[in-house]
């Protein structure tokens, strides 16, 4: 899809929701906006927490990605990402678990990020070898990524190998200058709806606090990350 036909599809989009949405709307529209049609051949499995397992016909089980979804924090499931996940795996050549984390304002921090950590152990813990475990994530799912990972040092746990960050939304305190510099190339946020969702999810904790915002945290030890915007 061209930029331009994109952002007609936003705009038909909005369209179709009133000016002020309620929670359950906004959560819609954000799965009208993202979900994508899924690949016949993807194997799709429930996983014990809620999420998914994704699997293409020449995935190897011995390598698992670990997905964890984007939504602001308080949108998003395994269920609309499961396109891109799945696709995610297929180009990777390895099987899918995709996360389900509590969403907010109805479970604030650290409810997602504590899910994060477990799906994580989960797949860490279950007899993979390290080497054969990535991360990857998008949005405010890199957020909760980071997080988790950084739990997992802290508390001496095994790490994946490598961390796939797609635009991570890193700093709740807002502080970049490319919020207001790109304002109007932007066709999805603004600085208004970012603020917008902070409160949902810190719920009155600082949002420059290294938990919340990896930003501010010390990254040293761990896993190679690559990160695209």
């Not at 930029?3 to 709307?25: D, F, G, I, K, W």
């Not at 602001?72 to 678990?97: K, M, P, Q």
């Not at 990524?145 to 890193?170: F, I, K, Q, Y």
């Not at 919020?179 to 190339?185: L, M, R, Y």
């Amino acid at each position: 899809m061209t930029a331009v036909a994109y952002s007609q599809h936003l705009a038909a989009q909005r369209a179709l929701t009133p000016a002020e949405p309620s929670l359950a709307q906004s959560r819609d529209e954000f799965a009208r906006m993202f979900g994508m049609p899924v690949a016949e051949d993807v194997e799709v499995l429930p996983a014990d927490d809620g999420g998914e397992w994704l699997k293409t016909p020449d995935a190897d089980e011995r390598r698992v990605l670990v997905y964890v979804h984007g939504g602001g924090f308080f949108a998003g499931s395994a269920e609309v990402y499961r396109a891109l996940a799945s696709e995610l795996g297929r180009a990777a050549g390895c099987v899918v678990r995709s996360v389900e984390y509590r969403l907010a304002p109805e479970h604030p921090y650290p409810a997602a990020v504590q899910d994060v950590d477990a799906a994580l152990s989960a797949v860490l813990d279950g007899g993979l070898a390290p080497g054969g475990v990535a991360v990857s994530a998008d949005s405010a799912g890199a957020n909760l990524a980071l997080g988790a990972m950084l739990r997992r040092r802290d508390a001496g746990a095994t790490l994946p190998a490598v961390a796939h960050l797609m635009s991570p939304w890193v700093d709740l305190g807002l502080s970049g200058g490319s919020i207001d510099a790109k304002a109007d190339a932007d066709e999805l946020l603004s600085r208004d709806a970012l603020a917008s969702l902070v409160p949902l999810y810190a719920a009155g904790c600082d949002p420059c606090a290294p938990g919340l915002s990896p930003l501010y945290a010390d990254l040293r030890g761990l896993p190679p990350l690559v990160i695209q915007a």
